[in-house]
């Protein structure tokens, strides 16, 4: 199964009365590999996106693209179609199956960044009312596009290699070490979070593993933390994935916190 849309890949194929209302322009400091990434990443929208996006929900996806349904009651929905051949996709959006708008992006590799060309096409948009409308698109993409752009460049940069970093981490005295709760430690090429749960202080790595998010605040009490890209909630403890139930991930193995024998120091290794 692949569109809904039939001649996806074609231009206006509903042959509307299409007013293109606005055009955006943009060198995105991300390649293009990590672009297509998140294109096709329909699941971030609810979360990173989350002051743009109130109900996304899965329909369909495969190599072609994805549909999702824009609200509980599935009666809009939005369909993004890839054309890979001319490095651009489509994402038009219907409303009771009524084509609502069509927005074309156009991706060109500049060394390890990437130009987008955005293109908005509105059907009946009166003359008068072309900016107006154009102007709520080109705020909106804005926005979504800095927080994507933020959302690559730390995939990039967790996927590059780390410099090496010591093996073990000196915490300091026992006393020194819970003054200074919360901090982060690198250890071995990872960063880790130390917070005190419950009163006791858990050591757990700063890294999603789902697709590399940053991973801060754990709740003091339950010791559950949630990764902003897509929402996955973790036990800080066990390291489980609590949501979604279906996740194949858990946090990874966290060093140990242990006394050092003749100073009496906390010391943090593997
Ligand atoms: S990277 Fe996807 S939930 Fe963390
Ligand atoms: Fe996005």
């Known amino acids: 199964m692949g569109p809904k849309q039939s001649q996806a ?38 979360w990173l996106h989350s002051g743009s996006f109130n109900f996304v929900s899965l329909d ?13 009651s599935h009666s809009g929905h939005v369909e993004l179609c890839i054309d890979l051949p001319r490095q651009r996709y489509v ?11 069509e927005i074309w992006t156009t991706l060109t590799p500049i060394d390890d960044d990437t130009q987008i060309l955005v293109e908005f096409h509105v059907p009946d948009v009166a003359p008068q009312d072309s900016n107006k409308v154009g102007q709520i698109f080109l705020d909106l993409y804005k926005t979504l596009w800095d927080e994507d752009e933020l959302m690559m460049r730390d995939r990039q940069q967790q996927l590059s290699p780390q410099p090496p970093g010591p093996e073990v981490v000196n915490l300091g005295t026992p006393a020194a070490f819970l003054q ?5 430690v690198t250890i071995r090429q990872h960063t880790f979070q130390i917070s005190l749960v419950a009163g006791d202080p858990v050591v757990y790595t700063t890294t999603c593993p789902h697709l590399l998010g940053p991973l801060s605040q754990a709740d003091a009490l339950s010791g559950q933390v949630s990764c902003p890209w897509h929402g996955y909630r973790f036990n800080v403890h066990t390291g489980a994935c609590l949501s979604p139930e279906n996740a194949k991930c858990r946090l990874r193995q966290p060093p ?15």
């Open 60 to 72: 369909m996806e495969g190599d072609w693209g994805w549909r999702t349904w824009s609200s509980a």
């Open 180 to 184: 200074s709760l919360p901090r982060r």
């Open 9 to 46: 890949l074609i231009e206006n194929p509903n042959q509307l009365n299409m007013v293109r209302v606005a055009r955006y322009e943009r060198l995105i400091k991300a390649n293009l590999e990590r672009v297509w990434e998140n294109v096709r990443d329909w699941a971030h929208l609810p």
């Open 91 to 101: 994402a038009r959006s219907y409303r009771h199956q009524q084509q609502i708008s």
């Open 256 to 270: 140990v916190i242990r006394p050092d024998p003749v100073s009496g120091d906390l010391l943090l290794s593997y």
